[in-house]
């Protein structure tokens, strides 16, 4: 089933919440949440995305809102905790809201800062998380080749799980892949996977050992798990930094997928001081549950944005819209 425009517009309210630490150099997250037949549903597009772009998230929205979620093979998620580029001494402030989580990402690469600020940084989780924990680091593309061989092979030491996008392309990340094969730390896809195209090419160029996979971006539950199919590569489910409701949908792709090896990145509700919900989809004992959280009204009410910004992220939403529409009549 399909909405029409006038649906989504009707059920639509749209949300700013406050971020305890800047993330993606925000410190304040807005989304769209939709009531569908299915439930609340989230589309949340980071601001500087084009419409075309945007129009994938409003398909993964719609997919969440108006159609029944698939058969799922388990009720929780082992999420990993999120460490945003923060001092080494903030490091057990953060990993104290991941209670616990045995898998912890770390942002490093964080432009201003150094090498030697992500070694201890890296060094600081890893004296919380104890020898069994993991560790993963993630660059969002931000070192060359050779500054991501040289640093890898730095914090090598502390025993990485994988390191999630060193480098920007699909080409330097075979590159580097080559490069740090006999260290044996494995590569991950995030930023090289966004349209449903990508999977494959990122495979086809032996570009990573790890996928990441976002729901929203990648339209929604259904085609990820298509890909999923497709692909030989292990996943990681991540959420793109979503209220409570994307996170939700994020959850109920990570609980269809046959097999989910390694701790997904969906207990970033704990980087919110405020959700839409009265219980926020938060890690407890290392895991998320596959639910969809209550929306309070009350709530959405209080984190409402001014009028202008509601304007400008309901046009967008109509914008999206006829792209969809359009690349479904093709
Ligand atoms: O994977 C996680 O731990 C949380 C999700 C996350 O890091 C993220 C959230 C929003 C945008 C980009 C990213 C990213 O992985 O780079
Ligand atoms: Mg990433």
């Known amino acids: 089933m399909q909405p029409e425009l006038a649906d989504l517009l009707a059920n639509a309210r749209v949300v700013a919440l406050p971020m305890r630490t800047r993330f993606r150099g925000i410190t304040v997250r807005e989304a769209v949440l ?21 129009a994938a998230w409003l398909r993964g929205a719609i997919d969440f809102g108006w ?3 698939p058969p799922l093979e388990r009720s929780t998620i082992r999420v990993n905790a999120t460490v945003p580029a923060v001092p080494a001494g903030e490091v057990p402030d953060v990993l104290a809201r991941y209670p616990g989580c045995r898998t912890a990402k770390v942002k490093v690469a964080e432009p201003g800062q150094s090498l030697a600020d992500d070694i201890a940084r890296v060094r600081a989780v890893r004296q919380v998380l104890g020898p069994e924990g993991r ?16 640093a890898i092979h730095a914090l090598a030491e502390f025993d990485l799980e994988y390191v999630e996008q060193p480098c ?57 798990l298509r890909i999923v199919a497709e692909v030989e590569l292990p996943v990681v489910v991540s959420s793109a930094l979503d209220t409570s409701v994307g996170i939700a949908m994020g959850a109920h792709l ?6 989910l090896d390694f701790d997904c990145g969906l207990g970033t509700a704990a980087m919110f001081t405020d959700d839409v919900t009265d219980e926020p989809l938060l890690p407890v004992d290392g ?35 006829h792209i969809v529409e359009r690349a479904e009549a093709l």
């Not at 939709?34 to 945007?54: L, N």
């Not at 560790?135 to 040289?150: G, P, S």
């Not at 006999?182 to 570009?207: C, F, H, Q």
């Not at 895991?287 to 944005?305: K, Q, S, W």
């Open 34 to 54: 939709i009531e569908g037949p299915e439930g609340w549903t989230e589309f949340s597009p980071f601001v500087e995305y084009d419409d075309r772009e945007a």
């Open 287 to 321: 895991e998320i549950a596959v639910a969809r959280p209550v929306v309070n009204g009350r709530r959405l009410d209080a984190l409402a944005v001014d009028g202008e910004r509601q304007r400008w992220w309901l046009d967008r939403v109509a914008r999206c819209f």
């Open 168 to 224: 920007a392309t699909i080409e330097e990340l075979a590159e580097i892949r080559r490069r740090t094969k006999y260290m044996g730390v494995p590569i991950a896809a995030d930023e090289s996977v966004r349209k449903a195209t990508d999977p494959l090419a990122v495979a086809n160029a032996r570009a990573a050992d790890v996928l990441i996979l976002k729901a929203q971006p990648l339209g929604g539950i259904h085609s990820a």
């Open 254 to 259: 990570a609980a269809a997928i046959p097999a």
């Open 67 to 69: 159609r029944p979620t």
């Open 135 to 150: 560790i993963r680091i993630d660059a969002n593309t931000l070192w060359n080749v050779d500054e991501a061989e040289h």
